[in-house]
């Protein structure tokens, strides 16, 4: 981002609306509450406003919006309740989310938490760095040095052993040292690698393709790897420096990179903001400080609806 730009205001009337939401949703108010609601309404425009903007944000305009004096009541747009099932189904997957992210810390040998980069040294001298979120298993024979990625991205540094080869399972295929570094990154459906130094063999769906020092590839589950191109391997590894560098990007990739560094969930509501494009250079270890710089830049709200899920939209 640039560096001229300026931080965001604070949204006072915004985190105040917030507030009043989470009491309407915990009951009917007092009368004195109610009152108390009825004057900050009446006090600015803006704090209307902002009320409104949480209440459709939630889709729970008509049923929680209290009737005001020269304003009735107006029934929920077909919009606004797709804005709340998509909060629903933001909460959903969150909850999934949580229950995956559980089963690999059950199924690793070592995990980054969220937040944290943690550097492994294997039993064979090896290294392998974990980024935000990401496990390993290690299943290490006299034959064979093998790894699975379970989650997350993770870059290895190989100690030479000509006679066991070093493989790591990710997203259905295989990658094999024929060198000495490299990355690999979990995707929707499959992987992605980047060659470091040397080079490997990526297996995928009954093919496999030799991927050189600075080149990438990716495969999905059951197809055979993309050719290998070239890449900015400084950019691709940018993580292991505490950095995010993204270079017109749809925004449901970045938030998908940022909310690894969360300590809970982030979601893009509206389908169309998140094929929205991003450039830029954001910190990883300042996931909150990165929404509010995209937040900025494209011009878009933010919903908390705990300290833990986030709504952009």
């Known amino acids: 981002m640039n560096d001229g730009e300026k931080e965001p205001e604070t949204d006072e009337a915004g985190d105040i609306a917030i507030d009043w939401f989470v ?55 077909p919009r606004l309740r797709i804005a709340a099932l998509a909060g629903a189904a933001a909460a959903a997957v969150a909850l999934v989310a949580s229950f995956d992210e559980i089963a690999a810390r059950l199924r690793a040998d070592h995990y980054a938490g969220a937040g944290e980069r943690k550097l492994v040294t294997l039993e064979d001298g090896s290294r392998a760095l974990l980024d935000s979120r990401s496990s390993i298993s290690v299943r ?6 093998r790894l699975s990625l379970l989650t997350g991205e993770a870059w290895f540094e190989v100690a030479p052993d000509p006679s066991r080869p ?33 080079r490997v063999s990526l297996s995928s769906g009954g093919r496999s ?5 600075g080149r990438q590839s990716a495969f999905e589950q059951g197809v055979a790897a993309r050719a290998p191109e070239p890449v900015n391997v400084d950019s691709v590894t940018a993580w292991r420096r505490g950095k995010l560098i993204v270079a017109k990007k749809p925004l449901r990739d970045v938030l998908a990179a940022i909310g690894r560094y969360h300590r809970g969930f982030i979601y893009c509501v509206d389908r169309s903001i998140c094929e929205r494009r991003v ?17 900025t830049s494209l011009g878009l709200r933010v919903i908390h609806l705990t300290s833990y899920m986030i709504l952009l939209y």
């Open 166 to 198: 070093f493989v790591v399972e990710a997203g259905g295929g295989t990658v094999t040292a024929l060198g000495t570094a490299f990355d690999v990154a979990l995707e929707a459906s499959g992987a992605r690698v980047t060659v470091t130094e040397h």
């Open 23 to 77: 009491r309407l949703r915990a009951g009917p108010l007092r009368a004195d509450e109610k009152a108390e609601l009825d004057a900050w309404l009446a006090e600015d425009p803006a704090n209307a406003t902002a009320f409104d903007d949480v209440l459709r944000m939630y889709g729970h305009l008509a049923e929680m919006r209290p009737s005001r004096p020269g304003r009735p009541a107006r029934r929920a747009s």
């Open 140 to 145: 290490y024979s006299p034959a064979e040095r």
């Open 209 to 213: 393709v030799i991927v050189d020092e």
């Open 279 to 295: 450039s830029g250079v954001f910190g990883a270890e300042d996931a909150l400080e990165s929404l509010r710089e995209i937040e």
